[in-house]
């Protein structure tokens, strides 16, 4: 008997040929999370200083050379040098990443939205750094989790801490994610993960974000 859908509800077969098997990458990103399954959503949080930008730097450089494509870090922390400056930490190559930053001077109101639009489709990973300075509020950090999601690259999404040591913002983050890291400085601790048994603990040598 046929069998009308309602409007804004999806039936589909569970069919297909994507799975959540992860690649491995050296990063010690990749080593806590059990691999990285490619395209899918990673929020990184930890204390001002622990070292998360520094850790996606080393994930994101591998992503883009191994897909042999570009990353794109949107960047609404440092400036271009400091950026640049945390690939060496880890040995990881800059090269295959492509810096997208507000122009300094620019009178126009330039968010989140106007950055993923510098992002091409075919883009091999996208760093958001970090989540709190591109959105503002808790709307906006909720919009720009939403959108990350419907993008095809794998996104690393780094997030500040709150005073009480967990991240900053609303719960409904961590849920929006894929994955969760806790960059601590001497342990990375994934909290959340769709594809690899957690909760989980690496090791790590101390190191500046």
């Not at 409007?7 to 040929?17: A, Q």
């Not at 968010?111 to 075919?122: I, K």
């Not at 760093?127 to 950090?141: A, C, F, K, M």
Request: charged share 20%.
């Amino acid at each position: 008997m046929p069998h009308e859908v309602p409007p804004g509800i999806v039936v589909e077969s569970l069919d297909g040929d994507r799975s959540l098997r992860p690649t491995e990458f050296p990063a010690l990103l990749s080593k806590a999370l059990g691999g990285v399954v490619l395209g899918l959503k990673v929020l990184v949080g930890g204390a001002p200083g622990a070292g998360k930008s520094t850790l996606c730097a080393e994930l994101a450089s591998q992503i883009a050379e191994k897909l042999d494509g570009l990353g794109y870090w949107l960047d609404a922390e440092q400036n271009r040098d400091l950026v640049r400056e945390l690939f060496p930490r880890t040995g990881s190559s800059a090269r295959n990443i492509r810096l997208v930053s507000r122009l300094r001077g620019n009178k126009c109101k330039v968010g989140w939205r106007e950055a993923l639009q510098a992002v091409p489709r075919d883009a091999a990973v996208v760093v958001v750094d970090s989540l709190q300075r591109w959105g503002r509020s808790y709307t906006e950090q909720t919009a720009l989790l939403d959108e990350v999601a419907t993008l095809s690259p794998t996104v690393l999404v780094v997030s500040h801490f709150n005073k009480a040591g967990q991240f900053a913002g609303p719960m409904g983050n961590e849920y929006d994610a894929d994955a969760t890291a806790i960059v601590r400085t001497t342990s990375v601790e994934v909290t959340k993960c769709r594809w690899s048994p957690c909760p989980r603990t690496v090791s790590r040598p101390a190191v500046s974000s």
